[in-house]
């Protein structure tokens, strides 16, 4: 899961295996919450959102899962693939506070060994 | 093919001088934001924009500046009272705030 500081949390899965990343996110307010994959030296890349309204939503081969009683979202990968190595980042958005402001975590370092 | 381009990718800075990030979008959207990346940790917002000829401050805005005189683009400047610039920024578009956020691949700037 994602943790403050320096360090990244490292998820290891081998290929063919499914990921699961967590994040514990901070405001019980949050609306709405966004999955990106940041590869390196790259923006982040959008993955896939849910609103607080929902507990589950589904991509290809991604699923993303919102708790709101305990403030935790994961997102699962299925059957991970090389390509998948990258920085997975949770946002947080807070409609009523104003504007788009998105609150990120600080991210998991995701890689597949083959 | 629509997206949002940031330039240059690597810049560098003088003790005492001012630089401008540019970030030019062709997806039509309202609203663009700046972030700054450190290593090993997550985006923190500079500076955002819902709409042309408006813009507001972030978490960590003191030492740069803003403007949004074209719907298209935000140019970002470093200026010399930001003491720790080093980092990589990161340009950000959606149209409403129940979207996601696009991003280019980010300008990374360095002290020389």
Known sequence: ?114 | DGGITQSPKYLFRKEGQNVTLSCEQNLNHDAMYWYRQDPGQGLRLIYYSQIVNDFQKGDIAEGYSVSREKKESFPLTVTSAQKNPTAFYLCASNQGEDQPQHFGDGTRLSIL
């Not at chain 1, 590869?39 to 589904?58: A, T, V």
């Not at chain 1, 807070?94 to 788009?100: H, K, L, M």
Request: glycine fraction near 10%.
């Open chain 1, 1 to 114: 899961g994602e943790s403050v500081g320096l360090h990244l949390p490292t998820l290891s899965v081998q290929e063919g295996d499914n990921s699961i990343i967590n994040c514990a996110y901070s405001n019980s307010a949050s609306d709405y919450f966004i999955w990106y994959k940041q590869e390196s030296g790259k923006g982040p890349q959008f993955i896939i959102d849910i609103r607080s309204n929902m507990d589950k939503r589904q991509g290809q081969r991604v699923t993303v899962l919102l708790n709101k009683t305990v403030k935790h979202l994961s997102l699962q990968i299925a059957a991970t693939q090389p390509g998948d190595s990258a920085v997975y980042f949770c946002a947080e958005n807070n409609f009523r506070g104003g504007g788009n402001k998105l609150t990120f975590g600080t991210g998991t370092q995701l890689k597949v060994e083959l």
